[in-house]
């Protein structure tokens, strides 16, 4: 029988030997999942012994993650804008890029007021949606995605994290969804084939697909959010660092009058807001 850390160090080899970039803190997650212990309870119970049947759990998911299963998938969860999400692989993982769509959402929530109606296209686990609604608990919050699969992940965290705060829609970008609002954010598909080849996340093509040059949701997205948007409202899109000029020529087209871009963390160019005033 192994200690924990003879077997934290043996699986953080193995990650290493497959070009993981994150072996020890992967290893180290993984195997405080199977013992049922914290990371910090982890690290005081190295010199003791893993039991067998926890060793054969932590062996079968470093060989997922070896495959490259991400570990968000692993451990059926994610920490987003410090809520934790169920997620699984018919989702995308939540990201701390995306905590920027929320940041930029509430700052323009003071202009409308606690009950301001807010939507969240492309909802997929429910993130945005929920740490809005989590935020500003009297705003009226609704999400929206296609996936049925993605809805029904939204609903649980929902559900699990804030019972009756957000209502949910099927539906295809926003032509489904009821009423008007003054804020719509939306995460939506913005990558190219060959990016996605690149990351090998292992998520839902249908949620990172962007079509040839990546825009295309966003060429559909603008439009319907002006039919949706109050005459004072805000479209929030998140997108990649390359694509922000160009979705500014959407919005300019499509009849919104200011436009601003935010930065994330990294001095990257993430968030790009279309105002309708």
């Given at each position: 029988?192994?200690?924990?850390?003879?077997?934290?160090?043996e699986?953080?080899?193995?990650?290493?030997?497959?070009g993981?970039?994150?072996?020890?803190?992967?290893a180290?997650?993984?195997?405080a999942?199977?013992?049922?212990?914290?990371?910090?309870?982890?690290?005081a119970?190295?010199?003791?012994?893993?039991?067998?049947?926890?060793?054969?759990?932590?062996e079968?998911?470093?060989?997922?993650?070896?495959?490259?299963?991400?570990?968000?998938?692993?451990?059926?969860?994610?920490?987003?804008?410090?809520?934790?999400?169920?997620?699984?692989?018919?989702?995308?993982?939540?990201?701390?890029?995306?905590?920027?769509?929320?940041?930029?959402?509430?700052?323009?929530?003071?202009?409308?007021?606690?009950?301001?109606?807010?939507?969240?296209?492309?909802?997929?686990?429910?993130c945005?949606a929920?740490?809005?609604?989590?935020?500003?608990?009297?705003?009226?919050?609704?999400?929206?995605?296609?996936s049925?699969?993605?809805?029904?992940?939204a609903?649980?965290?929902?559900?699990?994290?804030?019972?009756?705060?957000?209502?949910?829609?099927?539906?295809?970008?926003?032509?489904?969804?009821?009423g008007t609002?003054?804020?719509?954010?939306?995460?939506?598909?913005?990558?190219?084939?060959?990016?996605i080849?690149?990351?090998?996340t292992?998520?839902?093509?249908?949620?990172?697909?962007?079509?040839?040059?990546?825009?295309?949701?966003?060429?559909?997205?603008i439009?319907?959010?002006v039919?949706?948007?109050?005459?004072?409202?805000?479209?929030?899109?998140?997108?990649?660092?390359?694509?922000?000029?160009?979705?500014?020529?959407?919005?300019?087209?499509?009849?919104?009058?200011?436009?601003?871009?935010?930065?994330?963390?990294?001095?990257?160019?993430?968030?790009?807001?279309?105002?309708?005033?």
């Amino acid at each position: 029988m192994m200690t924990v850390g003879e077997t934290l160090r043996e699986g953080a080899a193995r990650l290493r030997r497959t070009g993981c970039a994150t072996p020890l803190l992967d290893a180290g997650l993984l195997l405080a999942e199977v013992m049922e212990i914290s990371r910090e309870e982890l690290l005081a119970a190295y010199p003791d012994t893993v039991a067998p049947a926890q060793y054969k759990a932590f062996e079968a998911r470093i060989a997922m993650r070896c495959r490259g299963v991400p570990v968000a998938y692993l451990l059926g969860r994610k920490e987003f804008y410090g809520l934790e999400f169920a997620v699984d692989s018919g989702v995308l993982i939540p990201r701390p890029d995306s905590e920027l769509v929320v940041q930029v959402a509430l700052e323009l929530m003071t202009g409308f007021g606690a009950a301001a109606r807010i939507h969240d296209c492309c909802t997929g686990s429910g993130c945005i949606a929920i740490a809005i609604a989590h935020a500003c608990p009297h705003a009226d919050i609704s999400a929206s995605d296609i996936s049925r699969h993605a809805l029904t992940i939204a609903a649980r965290n929902a559900a699990h994290l804030l019972p009756g705060a957000v209502r949910l829609y099927t539906s295809d970008y926003l032509r489904n969804v009821p009423g008007t609002f003054e804020i719509i954010t939306a995460n939506p598909p913005y990558l190219t084939a060959t990016e996605i080849e690149t990351l090998a996340t292992g998520e839902p093509h249908d949620a990172l697909y962007g079509g040839a040059d990546g825009l295309d949701p966003y060429r559909r997205l603008i439009p319907e959010a002006v039919e949706k948007l109050s005459s004072n409202g805000y479209l929030v899109l998140e997108a990649g660092r390359d694509q922000h000029e160009h979705i500014k020529r959407l919005l300019h087209s499509a009849g919104f009058r200011s436009i601003t871009h935010h930065r994330d963390l990294a001095g990257h160019t993430r968030v790009t807001v279309g105002g309708m005033s």
